[in-house]
């Protein structure tokens, strides 16, 4: 009778054995999967994430793209005004002063439309620095042909006294505004 069980408990103990080492690689299979999945996933989410990136970027590109084209033969005077009152809002929310701000249509290659608009501001060196690049985020084509910065006020060799707070300069921008002509 002892002889029985201890062949039953040989037997529970060689069922047990194979249960545990079947158990296993089934289990080492199924990680080894999980860690494929998650290579996989791993993998299509930077892509998905590069995708976004690539489209937010292209949007930009886009709505420049389509700012800049146009059916007629030159800018409107509503475009026109509507430029300067963004370099004015601009300008406003920037504190700087603007002394001059005229515009001009200028003669350029066919196909393109081109007006220029030139600029004398009063500024700080670090305001006018964010004010330009304000100007060339703009969503229409944009060139500054022109940027020359003088000290506002030139002190006299007889002044000795210098005014407190941040030097002022006197910021003058010739830049030009495109549209392509669409083709018909």
Avoid: W
Wanted: with cysteine.
């Amino acid at each position: 009778m002892r002889e029985r069980y201890y062949i039953l408990i040989l037997l529970i103990i060689l069922c047990s054995v194979i249960f545990m080492t079947i158990a296993g690689n089934n289990l080492k299979g199924n990680l080894s999967k999980i860690k494929s999945y998650d290579n996989k996933i791993k993998t299509a989410q930077e892509k998905l994430n590069s995708a976004r990136i690539l489209e937010e970027q292209l949007s930009q590109f886009a709505l420049v793209i389509d700012n800049s084209l146009t059916k007629a033969p030159s800018f409107s005077f509503d475009e026109i005004n509507q430029f300067k009152t963004y370099i004015g809002d601009m300008a406003n929310q920037s504190a700087i002063s603007i002394n001059r701000l005229s515009d001009s249509n200028k003669f350029s290659t066919p196909g393109l439309i081109e007006t220029t608009l030139n600029m004398e501001l009063e500024a700080t060196y670090i305001q006018a620095g964010q004010f330009i690049s304000a100007l060339e985020s703009m969503d229409h084509l944009v060139k500054i042909h022109a940027l020359d910065i003088a000290p506002a006020q030139i002190l006299n060799k007889k002044d000795t006294t210098v005014a407190s707070g941040p030097n002022r300069y006197k910021v003058t921008i010739e830049m030009s505004i495109f549209k392509v002509k669409k083709e018909v």
